[in-house]
C-alpha cells in the first residue's frame, strides 16, 4: 500500500474536520473494505482517519419500536446482540453470514452502509426494513441514501454514526454466495412492518441494491412463498461474470426471495 | 525378536515428528528467513498478455528511497545469462524434435504473458520495492494474443514466438495407427466423446519465496527458495543459466508450504535473486504477492480432447483414438513437455485391456501463464479423458457402468501386463478395489438415498472411477529414451553415529508428506532405531549429496528404496564388524531390527555396540573394513509403479440454484505397502480435495485477450472446509514387484481418481435431463443453465 | 515516523512503524515471530489469523498502528512454558490434521476462537463453515474438522476421544 498518515481522534466532531479539511482523506472503522482495497494500491489516501476511539459510536439498543445501532458496532456484535436477535432475528442472523469470522470480528455496520458494495448485505436490509442513516449532521433514509453500486448520499466528510431500524412484524433473508469470494451473488431481504411490505436485494444488481415492485405487491396481497416464486425478474438490470450469467442472477433473486419469504416466517 | 516398543515400524500409524515445529510456529519457511544486510526485491510484470517493448526508463526508480538496483532484462541478457532451460525434449511425428523458444528469465524486447517479468527493483524494503516499480516507465506496443490452443492453431493466429510457426510447440504420437484403423473397421459401436480437462492453479498456500545470497569473501552463492528439488534447482540454474559451479552454488530448500509440482520447476525469481546478490552484494529476498502467484506460478491441465471407443458387440473394448491439443503457455516450462505426452498418453489404457490405442498430441503455445505438472500431472487428464468416456459408453451401449467396466478390466493373473501404449504394469487387483469401494460406499442402496433426496426436492446421484496411474517417477534410461534431460534415480544416506543414533540424508524433499516421521519409520523398521533417535535431513545441497526430489508419488518408492539400499550396507558392513567382534563367520551372523546374532547361539551384538566399534576402533579389523558406519546409495528403480484403485463419489444437486453439494466419497485405493496409515489416508484425503475442487469448484479463464479473468482468491474458487465432505478412504493392498519395499506411492492417486467420479456423479444425478457431459467444473450457474434449457451464458 | 505499543504473548513492546505496516508485518518483521504467516493478498486465506482481546482477526487486513494498546496472541503464545501444547495443539496432532504446515498457525488460532465462542458445542457442519476464512490446501479439511471436534471437547472439560487416546 502506499503511504498516508494517519489519525486517531476521540470524537465525531474531531474525525469530520480531519475529514471536511482533505478530500484525499478517508475514514477507516472495521477496515474490511477499505484495506484489502489499499493493499492492492486500488486507493491512494492522503490519510486515514481511525474512528474506533470515538466510544459514542459503538453499541446496539432498543429506542422503543426501533432499533438502534451505533456506526462502529461490529458484525459480530450484531449477530450476538440479544435485541437484535429477539426484534429483528433476520437481521442478526443476516450478520452471521458475513464475511468470515475474522470480519464478522473487525468489520461494522456503519463501515458496510457508508461503503455500500452492491455485494455487502445489510443494504438490502435497510431499505427493506425501512431504515434510516444518522449521520453527524443529518438522518437519511435508507430510500435516499443508497444511490448506486459504491454510491451514497454522505457528503465530503460526512459520517455515519449510527442506523436506526424499525422492528418488524416480520423479516427474513436468503443469499447465494460466490463460490470464490462468498460475498452475496444474490440475496433477498423480504420484510414487513411500518414501512409496508419490502423486498431488497443485493449481490444481483448491476447498480447496487434495489427493491423489486412486483414482488412486494404480491406479498402484500399474500405473504406467502408461492407469492415470489412467479415473480421473475428481467436480466437486463442484473451483473454477469464468470460466476454467473445475468440471467442466472436475476432467476436467483426469485429463488432467494421464496427462502427469504419461508426464513421470515 | 527385538520389537521397537512401542512399534514405530512399517504399518504403524506414527504421529508426525514434524508436527511440533508447525504446531509452535517454528517452521522455517523461506520467508521467515532473514539474512542479514538483506534487501528485497519487487518484480514488475507485465499487464499485456503480447506486446513488443521498445523501451524501459528506470531512471526515476532508481532515484526513490531506499532503492538499491533496478535491473532489466537487456541488463541480464549484456552478462550473458542464459535463459530459463526446458528439462524434457519431445520429438514430433516426423522425428524432428519439439519447438524450443528462448525463455528469457527477464523478458528481453517482448512480453508474452500477463505477468511475464520486465525488471526488478531491489530495495531497503518491499515496500520501497513496490513504490519504485511504480515510477519504471515501460513503452509496450501492445500486440494481438491468443490466449486457447484452439485460438492458436487458427489460421493466421499471432505468433507467440516466431521460432514456433503455427504456435506448435509439437505434434506427437503414439500406438499403432494402422492397427487401430483396423480395430474400428471391425467395431459394432463406436463411442465419441470431446471435453476440456480445465486449468488450474496450484495455489499452495505459502506463496514462492527466493533468497538469494553472495559471499564476497569466497565467491559462494546462497539460494534459498520454495523448491520440492534443491538439487534439481542446482543443476539447472547453475549449469544453464548463471554458470556457477556446483561447488560454489548451495541450493537450500528449508520448510516449504505445499507444492503440489508448482514448485519443481526452476522459476526466473531464483535465478534473479541469485545473480542480483552478486551485483549488490547483498543479500535478496523476493516473496511473491498471491496476486502474483496466479500470474507467475506454472498452472496445470488445460487439455481439450477428442476421444472414441470402438467396441465389439459383447462390450469389450477394441480400441481407443484420443486427439488432444495441450496448452503449454508462453514458454516452456521445466517438465511441461513431458506432461501431455508420457504422463498422460501412456495411461490412456487405465485399467482395461484395450488392445490398441493411438494418441495424437499437439502441444501449442498462447500467451498464458506456463503450464506444467500440477498434482497427478498428465495422469488426471487420462483418467478423467477415460472414465468419463467409461459412463458415456456404458449408457449409449445399455449396459450397466459397473459391470462394463468389470467386463473389461485387466485379470488378476494377466500380470505383468504389456500395455499398447509403453508401459508395463507390474501389479494389481482392479476386482479387488472395485468390490471393496462399492461395498463401503453402499452402491446397492444408492437408488433409496437417490428416492429420499428426490423426495426432498434434491437430485442425487452416484459415480464411479476406477483408474490407474503410473508414478514412482523413475526409470533413468527409460525416461532419458523418451526426453528426459536428466536421470531421476534417488539417493539415501544413512549415518549410523557412534552411539547409535542415525541421520537419515534424502534427495527427496517433504513438503507436508511427512517424510521427517514415514523415512524415520523404516529406519526403525529395519535398524530398531527408535523415531525419537532417527533425524531426517533433506532440502540442501550443502548436507545432502544429490536428489532429483519429490514429484510423482516418488518419495518412497524411489527415495526410500535408496534408504533400504543404504541400510543393506550398513547391514553388511555390520556384520562384518559383528563377526569379528564375536569371533564368527560373517555367513552366520544374522540381523534383525537392530541385534546381530551368531546363527543358533545367544550371542548378540547390539547395532550400538557395532556403531561404537566402527567409530572406536581398537578391537576392529582395520585391515580389512574401513572404520565408521556411513553408507550412501544411490537407487534407479527398474519400472515405474502403478497406484490403482476405485473411488466412489455421492453428490446431491439443489436444482433452484444449481449448486452441487458433496454427500460421500469414498476411496479405495491399492498404493503398495503402506508404511504410515495416517500419513497415507491424510494424502488420500487431501489430493481427492484438489480432485473435487478441479471438478466442482476451480477454474482458470482467461479472456480472449489474454487477461486472467480469475486471477486472485476473489475470482478462483478454492475449495474451503464447507465445500467438502467427509473422504472414507481404505487401501487393499497388492505390492509392487520391483522396489524393496513393495511401495507404490499415495501422493497423487486423489487427484487423479475422484474428478471422473465426481462427474460422473454430477451427469448421473441429471439424468432425467437428457445430459450427456458437463464439462469441469461444474459451478452452480452452470448447472443451472443446463437444468433451464440451455440458455446462453454471458460466463460460458 | 508512529509508534505502537502493543502486547504480544504477554510481553509489551512499543515499535516503529510507517502508517501502513500492517499487524502481520509488524509480527514478522519486528518482532521476528515467524509463526504468523501470508498466504494471500485479499484477506481470504486466513494463515496470518491471530488473536486480539480474545477474538481471532487476519493480522494482514489491520494496520499495526490500529492496535496501540492492544493484547494480542500469536501460535507462538499458544504452549505452556514448559513447552506443554495447547489442546488444540495436541489435537491437531492427534488427528493429523496438518501437512506442510503453513495454514496451522491460523487455523489453530481461528479454531481455539470457533470453541471459545460455543460453549455448548459444535456439530461438523458447525465446524465446516466455522472455517470459511481459512483455507487449507494439503489435508482437504477433514480431519482438522475431526481434530476441532476432539479438542471442543478438552476445552469444555468433556471426556474426550483425545483424552482416550492419549490414555
Redesign the interface.
Known amino acids: 500500500?502506499?503511504?498516508?498518515?494517519?489519525h486517531?481522534p476521540s470524537s465525531v466532531a474531531d474525525a469530520v474536520k480531519l475529514l471536511s479539511a482533505d478530500p484525499e482523506a478517508r475514514p477507516?472503522s472495521g477496515?474490511?473494505t477499505l484495506?484489502?482495497a489499499?493493499?492492492?494500491r486500488l486507493n491512494k489516501p492522503s490519510s486515514?482517519v481511525?474512528l474506533?476511539g470515538i466510544a459514542e459510536l459503538k453499541g446496539v439498543r432498543r429506542d422503543g419500536a426501533k432499533i438502534v445501532v451505533g456506526a462502529l458496532t461490529r458484525h459480530?456484535d450484531i449477530a450476538a446482540s440479544a435485541e437484535i436477535k429477539a426484534a429483528i432475528p433476520a437481521l442478526a442472523w443476516m450478520a452471521s453470514t458475513i464475511?468470515?469470522?475474522?470480519?464478522r470480528?473487525?468489520g461494522t455496520m456503519g463501515g458496510s452502509v457508508a461503503n455500500n458494495d452492491p455485494s455487502a448485505d445489510y443494504p438490502a436490509a435497510l431499505l427493506a426494513l425501512g431504515g434510516t442513516i444518522q449521520t453527524d449532521r443529518r438522518t437519511i433514509s435508507a430510500d435516499d441514501f443508497f444511490t448506486g453500486m459504491f454510491s451514497t448520499a454522505l457528503e465530503m466528510g460526512e459520517l455515519v454514526t449510527a442506523i436506526h431500524i424499525p422492528v418488524p412484524e416480520k423479516a427474513g433473508y436468503a443469499k447465494m454466495k460466490n463460490p470464490a469470494?462468498?460475498y452475496s451473488m444474490a440475496g433477498v431481504f423480504v420484510a414487513k412492518g411500518p414501512a409496508g411490505v419490502r423486498v431488497a436485494v443485493n449481490g444481483a444488481g448491476a447498480n447496487g441494491v434495489f427493491r423489486v415492485a412486483q414482488m412486494e405487491a404480491a406479498l402484500a396481497a399474500n405473504w406467502s412463498v408461492d407469492a415470489v416464486a412467479g415473480v421473475k425478474l428481467d436480466a437486463s438490470g442484473m451483473n454477469g461474470d464468470i460466476h454467473g450469467s445475468a440471467e442466472y442472477r436475476a432467476h436467483l433473486v426469485t429463488v432467494m426471495a421464496k427462502r427469504a419469504v419461508a426464513n421470515a416466517g | 525378536m527385538n520389537v521397537v516398543q512401542p512399534f514405530e515400524g512399517i504399518g504403524a500409524s506414527v504421529?508426525?515428528k514434524?508436527?511440533?515445529?508447525?504446531?509452535?510456529?517454528?517452521?522455517?519457511?523461506t520467508?521467515?528467513i532473514?539474512r542479514p544486510g538483506q534487501t528485497h526485491a519487487v518484480i514488475l510484470r507485465s499487464p499485456h498478455a503480447h506486446a513488443a517493448i521498445s523501451g524501459i526508463d528506470v531512471s526515476a526508480a532508481k532515484a526513490m528511497p531506499g532503492v538499491v538496483a533496478v535491473f532489466t532484462g537487456p541488463d541480464m541478457a549484456a552478462e550473458n545469462i542464459g535463459g530459463l532451460p526446458c528439462g524434457w525434449q519431445i520429438h514430433n511425428k516426423d522425428g524432428s524434435p519439439m519447438a524450443e523458444p528462448p525463455h528469457p528469465v527477464i523478458a528481453v524486447g517482448k512480453v508474452r504473458h500477463v505477468g511475464d517479468p520486465v525488471a526488478v527493483v531491489i530495495a531497503e524494503s518491499k515496500?520501497q520495492a513496490r513504490d519504485a516499480a511504480e515510477a519504471i516507465v515501460v513503452d509496450y506496443a501492445p500486440l494481438p494474443a491468443v490466449a486457447t490452443t484452439e485460438a492458436a492453431l487458427s489460421a493466421g493466429a499471432p505468433l507467440v514466438h516466431d521460432g514456433a510457426p503455427g504456435n506448435l510447440c509439437y505434434d506427437w504420437h503414439i500406438g499403432d495407427k494402422a492397427a487401430l484403423d483396423a480395430a474400428f473397421a471391425r467395431a459394432a459401436k463406436v463411442v465419441s466423446f470431446e471435453t476440456t480437462n480445465n486449468r488450474l492453479v496450484p495455489?499452495?498456500?505459502?506463496?514462492r519465496s527466493a533468497i538469494g545470497e553472495y559471499d564476497t569473501t569466497s565467491g559462494d552463492y546462497t539460494l534459498y527458495t520454495t523448491s520440492q528439488n534443491p538439487h534439481v534447482i542446482r543443476l539447472l540454474m547453475g549449469a544453464f543459466v548463471l554458470h556457477i559451479p556446483e561447488s560454489k552454488l548451495r541450493v537450500v530448500a528449508p520448510?516449504?508450504?505445499?507444492g503440489?509440482g508448482s514448485k519443481i520447476y526452476h522459476y526466473a525469481e531464483e535465478a534473479i535473486v541469485t545473480w542480483a546478490s552478486a551485483k549488490v552484494k547483498r543479500p535478496i529476498k523476493w516473496t511473491a504477492?498471491?496476486?502474483e502467484s496466479f500470474m507467475s506460478d506454472a498452472h496445470g491441465r488445460d487439455h481439450v480432447s477428442k476421444a472414441e471407443l470402438a467396441l465389439d458387440a459383447e462390450g469389450k473394448i477394441l480400441g481407443l483414438r484420443v486427439h488432444t491439443l495441450a496448452n503449454m503457455g508462453a514458454y516452456l516450462s521445466t517438465f511441461a513437455p513431458c506432461v501431455p505426452t508420457y504422463l498422460y498418453a501412456t495411461l490412456l489404457a487405465g485399467v482395461y485391456t484395450t488392445p490398441v490405442i493411438y494418441a495424437e498430441v499437439k502441444a501449442v503455445f498462447t500467451n498464458t501463464v506456463p503450464v506444467d505438472a500440477y498434482r497427478g500431472a498428465g495422469r488426471p487428464e487420462a483418467t478423467y479423458l477415460l472414465e468419463r468416456l467409461m459412463d458415456v459408453a456404458a449408457r449409449e451401449i445399455g449396459m450397466d457402468r459397473v459391470e462394463f467396466r468389470r467386463k473389461n478390466f485387466i485379470p488378476v493373473d494377466a500380470f505383468p501386463y504389456q500395455t499398447p501404449v509403453a508401459l508395463q504394469y507390474d501389479s494389481g487387483d482392479y476386482f479387488a478395489t472395485l468390490d471393496q469401494a462399492l461395498e463401503s460406499a453402499d452402491w446397492k442402496g444408492f437408488e433409496a438415498r437417490r428416492a429420499a433426496a428426490a423426495a426432498k426436492g434434491k437430485l442425487r446421484g452416484i459415480g464411479i472411477s476406477t483408474y490407474l496411474e503410473a508414478c514412482g517417477i523413475a526409470p533413468s534410461a527409460v525416461v532419458g529414451s523418451l526426453g528426459a534431460r536428466a536421470g531421476l534415480y534417488e539417493v539415501g544416506t544413512i549415518r549410523v553415529h557412534p552411539t547409535g543414533s542415525v541421520t537419515v540424508l534424502t534427495g527427496t524433499h517433504s513438503?507436508?508428506?511427512?517424510h521427517e516421521t514415514t523415512l524415520a519409520q523404516l529406519v526403525a523398521d529395519r535398524l530398531g532405531v527408535p523415531i525419537a533417535q532417527v533425524d531426517v535431513v533433506h532440502g540442501d545441497t550443502a548436507k545432502v549429496p544429490f536428489g532429483m526430489g519429490t514429484y510423482g508419488s516418488r518419495s518412497l518408492a524411489v527415495g526410500g528404496s535408496a534408504m533400504v539400499k543404504a541400510m543393506d550396507k550398513i547391514v553388511a558392513k555390520g556384520k562384518r564388524i559383528a563377526a569379528h567382534l564375536m569371533e564368527a563367520s560373517v555367513e552366520d551372523v544374522e540381523f534383525d531390527r537392530g541385534t546381530f546374532r551368531v546363527a543358533g547361539t545367544d550371542k548378540t551384538k547390539t547395532l550400538t555396540d557395532i556403531s561404537l566399534a566402527a567409530y572406536v576402533p581398537h578391537n576392529y579389523p582395520i585391515d580389512e573394513i574401513e572404520p565408521g558406519l556411513d553408507e550412501t546409495a544411490f537407487y534407479d528403480p527398474k519400472n515405474f509403479t502403478y497406484p490403482g484403485g476405485c473411488h466412489i463419489a455421492e453428490v446431491e444437486i439443489d436444482p433452484e440454484t444449481g449448486k452441487v453439494s458433496m454427500v460421500n466419497f469414498t476411496a479405495v485405493d491399492d498404493v503398495g505397502r503402506v508404511i504410515n496409515p495416517?500419513?497415507v489416508?491424510?494424502?488420500v484425503?487431501?489430493?481427492?480435495?484438489?480432485g473435487i475442487g478441479q471438478a466442482l469448484l476451480e477454474a482458470a479463464v482467461y479472456d480472449a485477450s489474454g487477461q486472467l479473468l480469475s486471477g486472485?482468491?476473489?475470482d478462483y474458487t478454492?475449495?474451503?472446509?464447507?465445500d467438502?465432505a467427509?473422504?472414507s478412504v481404505a487401501t487393499h493392498t497388492t505390492l509392487c514387484t520391483h522396489n524393496p519395499l513393495g511401495v507404490k506411492g499415495c501422493g497423487e492417486v486423489?487427484a487423479i481418481g475422484s474428478p471422473p467420479a465426481v462427474m460422473n456423479a454430477v451427469v448421473d444425478a441429471l439424468k432425467g435431463y437428457g445430459v450427456r457431459h458437463i464439462e469441469m467444473p461444474a459451478t452452480p450457474a452452470k448447472i443451472w443453465n443446463i437444468i433451464h434449457g440451455g440458455r446462453a451464458m454471458a460466463a460460458e | 515516523m508512529?509508534q505502537v505499543t502493543l502486547t504480544v504473548n504477554g510481553s509489551t513492546h512499543t515499535v516503529e512503524v510507517?502508517?501502513?505496516t500492517?499487524l502481520v508485518e509488524l509480527l514478522?518483521?519486528k518482532l521476528?515471530?515467524?509463526?504468523?504467516?501470508?498466504?494471500?493478498?485479499?484477506?481470504?486465506?486466513?494463515?496470518c489469523?491471530v488473536h486480539m482481546g480474545g477474538?481471532?482477526?487476519?493480522s494482514?487486513?489491520?494496520?499495526a498502528?490500529?492496535c496501540?494498546g492492544a493484547d494480542v496472541t500469536?501460535?507462538?503464545g499458544?504452549?505452556a512454558a514448559d513447552g506443554t501444547?495447547h489442546p488444540m495443539?495436541e489435537a491437531?496432532?492427534?488427528y493429523?490434521a496438518?501437512?506442510?504446515?503453513?495454514?496451522?498457525?491460523g487455523m489453530?488460532m481461528?479454531a481455539i476462537?470457533?470453541v471459545n465462542k460455543h460453549p455448548a458445542g459444535l456439530t461438523e457442519?458447525e465446524?465446516?463453515?466455522?472455517?470459511?476464512?481459512?483455507?487449507?490446501?494439503?489435508?482437504?479439511?477433514?480431519?482438522?474438522?475431526k481434530a476441532i471436534a476432539a479438542a471442543a471437547d478438552v476445552m469444555h472439560g468433556k471426556r474426550s476421544e483425545l483424552a482416550r487416546a492419549a490414555e
Open positions: 500500500m502506499y503511504e498516508f498518515a494517519y486517531k477507516i477496515g474490511m484495506l484489502p489499499l493493499k492492492l486515514v481511525d474506533s459480530y464475511g468470515d469470522t475474522q470480519v470480528n473487525r469470494s462468498r | 504421529r508426525r514434524e508436527d511440533f515445529r508447525f504446531l509452535a510456529g517454528r517452521g522455517q519457511y520467508d521467515d532473514n515496500a495455489n499452495a498456500m505459502e506463496p520448510d516449504v508450504g505445499g503440489f504477492e498471491r496476486t513438503h507436508g508428506q511427512g495416517m500419513i489416508e491424510g494424502q484425503q487431501g489430493g481427492v480435495a484438489q486472485s482468491m476473489m478454492m475449495p474451503r472446509a464447507d467438502l467427509p473422504v486423489g | 508512529p510507517e502508517a501502513r500492517l514478522r518483521e521476528r515471530l515467524t509463526g504468523t504467516h501470508v498466504g494471500c493478498d485479499t484477506s481470504q486465506c486466513g494463515a489469523v477474538d481471532s482477526i487476519k494482514c487486513t489491520i494496520l498502528v490500529q496501540e500469536t501460535i507462538e499458544l504452549a501444547l495443539q491437531f496432532r492427534e493429523h496438518l501437512q506442510c504446515g503453513f495454514c496451522t498457525p489453530v481461528s476462537d470457533l457442519q465446524i465446516r463453515e466455522g472455517l470459511e476464512g481459512n483455507l487449507c490446501r494439503c489435508t482437504g479439511y477433514h480431519n482438522i474438522v
